[in-house]
């Protein structure tokens, strides 16, 4: 289990992430939603070891993963597919798929297969393997990114904002092969602000407002309340 | 025609050592976005050590070389570890000062040690050849072929195995590199010493041609930066066409124009070029 307990960021007097509790139980997928700067990311930074929260731990599997350096908690199986998607963009859709699988670099087998698995995921990353990575479209590169991820074969995912600036169509197929990785046994934390596509594959969630959560609950009861409805579905 | 060809095998020669020192430089870039003004210190400090092996252990030509390459890349990774690792999240003017600092402290510590005279460095293969009218020592041509293949295998490094990878994983997207897994220490360090080491390789090749003095390295890293500039900062074939287009430029200007206006060429060369192409020859267009 992934737990976050009582964690706070702050970034100099700034307090971006107050007080959260968040828990993600094995085989589940857990969505964040919220506007822009309400918190999202600087939460996944924080559970990646890219920021260190001021107070507060992040428990996995009972461990407190708080301190520990990035590469580290990759290694542990915890893995971000990030907001702007972090490619190499002058590295071959391959050699970014490769670097996905650093951690398994003494297990070339692996490696190889884990490879063929997300070329079967995503069949158009075959067909341009050997283009580079800046080359291709948002959604592509996108493609590119949650190969990366899945690639290093992760317990827990952190998918931030995946859908952003992609065409409608693009982002229904891409719902589809986020619920498909966690079919494959991934859990997956999943930020978006796009709720409506994202409660449908969730199974909880939570909304994150000025770095709070102000509301949690079933992806049910999410979708049925009013100021969820209001705010983030629009409807 | 015979002076043409052999300005263009002197250019060659002269090519092959700034692309190996402008390599060292641009990869460095490629990690910290920082100058490293100190690199010409450390092309210094390849200089003396081989010559220092060579002397008083009276190593063999190129076993001192490879203590050198082996001294200079530590002290690469020394640089890297007491001091630009604690400027990271310093501002980049900082990293240029301690820059700085260390190239004035090395060059201090080779005239301490040293002494200020200019030293020759004898070579095993000081023969001269003499080939389709073309007459040079041996030690010419061993400073082209031993550079290509330096190039070359750096080449397979950085490409084909996962240690090099993150070298250049690192260079294009710092925090992508962290996300899969790559401990982003562990490849400045190895970068630096990498650094160093062609460092050390780029003045153990050419001291046989030219002298060893603590001053050696200012005019080639004064070069290498033209190089990497016209190349594009961080660019790796940047360096290399960079390295050998002034090598090439130089040695036939010197002959064609004037000896005495060789070292200024490559600073027309760079004004030249960047009127024409602002972001180097090999910048990246329209990626962030």
């Known amino acids: 289990m992934l737990k976050l307990n009582n964690v706070s960021v702050n970034y100099g007097a700034f307090t971006a992430v107050k007080n959260v509790d968040i828990e993600v139980h094995p085989g589940e997928i857990v969505v964040l939603l919220g506007s822009n700067g309400a918190g999202k990311s600087t939460t996944f930074n924080s559970i990646s070891g890219l920021n260190k929260p001021s107070s507060g731990e992040i428990l996995y599997d009972e461990q407190n993963i708080v301190g520990f350096p990035p590469d580290q908690i990759v290694n542990l199986g915890i893995i971000q597919c990030a907001e702007g998607r972090n490619l190499f963009p002058g590295m071959t859709v391959q050699e970014n798929l490769m670097m996905g699988g650093y951690v398994h670099r003494k297990n070339k087998i692996h490696v190889k297969e884990r490879l063929e698995e997300v070329y079967e995921m995503f069949p158009i990353l075959k067909e341009k393997h050997n283009e580079s990575a800046g080359s291709l479209s948002g959604g592509q590169q996108q493609m590119v990114a949650i190969g990366r991820a899945l690639m290093g074969d992760p317990q827990y995912m952190l998918l931030d904002e995946p859908s952003i600036g992609l065409a409608p169509l693009i982002v229904e197929q891409m719902f589809a092969k986020i619920k498909q990785i966690n079919d494959g046994g991934t859990s997956i934390l999943l930020a978006e602000q796009n709720a409506n596509a994202a409660l449908k594959i969730a199974d909880r969630g939570y909304v994150f407002e000025n770095g709070q959560i102000a509301v949690q609950g079933t992806a049910e009861e999410l979708l049925t309340n009013e100021e969820v409805r209001k705010a983030y579905i629009g409807a | ?288």
């Open chain 2, 1 to 288: 025609m015979d002076i043409f060809f052999q300005q263009l095998f002197n250019g060659l020669t002269i090519g092959s050592v700034y692309s190996l020192v402008a390599l060292g430089l641009t990869l460095v870039y490629g990690i910290l976005h920082i100058p490293n003004f100190a690199h010409g210190a450390l092309y210094m400090m390849g200089g003396y050590i081989t010559l220092t092996m060579m002397q008083t252990l009276g190593l063999y030509y190129w076993l001192a070389i490879f203590v050198s390459i082996v001294v200079v890349g530590l002290i690469g990774v020394l640089m890297e570890r007491l001091v630009f690792h604690h400027l990271r999240h310093a501002p980049p003017i900082h990293d240029k000062i301690a820059a700085i600092g260390m190239l004035l402290f090395l060059e201090a510590f080779a005239h301490r040690v040293w002494g200020a005279d200019y030293l020759e460095m004898a070579t095993p293969h000081g023969q001269v050849v003499s080939v389709f009218g073309i007459t040079f020592t041996l030690q010419r041509l061993i400073i082209i072929v031993a550079a290509v293949l330096v190039m070359f295998t750096l080449y397979l490094f950085l490409k084909k195995t996962y240690m090099g990878m993150t070298v250049i994983a690192m260079s294009q997207n710092r925090a992508g590199a962290n996300l899969v897994g790559v401990n982003t220490n562990k490849v400045a360090m190895l970068t630096f010493f990498i650094s160093g080491a062609l460092a050390a390789i780029a003045a153990s090749l050419s001291s046989p041609i030219n002298l060893v003095f603590p001053g050696m390295g200012h005019l080639v890293i004064l070069k290498a930066f033209v190089i990497i500039i016209i190349g594009g900062m961080g660019s790796i074939p940047g360096a290399i066409v960079g390295g050998y287009i002034l090598g090439f430029t130089e040695s036939l200007g010197a002959t064609y124009i004037s000896s005495d206006y060789k070292d200024i060429i490559a600073f027309i060369l760079l004004v030249l070029i960047l009127t024409i192409r602002p972001n180097g020859l090999f910048a990246k267009g329209g990626q962030s």
